[in-house]
């Protein structure tokens, strides 16, 4: 029993950290077309945009879609833009307590997927070359903290 918890726990922190990285890709994608545009019309108005806008207006697009069921296991709640050039995305492992979730089997393999797609994605470059910290905090379904990985520029350069 605990060896098929594991494996569901395995496969629903893939599918997670894919969604996640599909969302952002998509903002990203997106905010970068429009950058390209502004450029050939303005590059002093792109100039004026900080960086800490571009990652709020990012969240805000992203909340607009949460609560968001990313599968039967996990829902993406929220993002937050936090001080220190920091990005987190808050999920509920809706069908999970705390008890129920094997850390060490996260620590080791859920931390290598993310930290390879931080790295790999190019959806992500921009975040990479801006140094932004990426934070991916997951709670129960009953609201209590299980685990937060912190993603930062000295683990994905």
């Known amino acids: 029993m605990k060896s098929k918890i594991k494996i569901v726990l395995l496969f629903l922190v893939a599918v997670v950290s894919i969604t996640a990285f599909n969302v952002l890709k998509k903002d990203s994608t997106k905010y970068n077309k429009i950058k390209q545009i502004e450029s050939s019309q303005s590059e002093d108005k792109i100039n004026q945009e900080s960086f800490s806008d571009y990652l709020q207006k990012v969240s805000d697009d ?89 993603v930062t520029p000295d683990l994905y350069k």
């Open 62 to 150: 992203t909340n607009k879609k949460c609560p968001m069921t990313v599968d039967e296991n996990t829902r993406l709640d929220n993002t937050l833009v936090l001080s220190g050039n920091t990005i987190q995305y808050n999920y509920t492992l809706v069908n999970f307590e705390k008890g129920s979730v094997d850390i060490d089997l996260i620590e080791k393999e859920f931390t290598n997927i993310i930290l390879n797609d931080v790295r790999t994605n190019p959806g992500l470059k921009i975040f990479r070359d801006k140094n932004i910290t990426m934070s991916y905090y997951y709670k129960d379904m009953n609201g209590d903290f299980v685990y937060n990985y912190k």
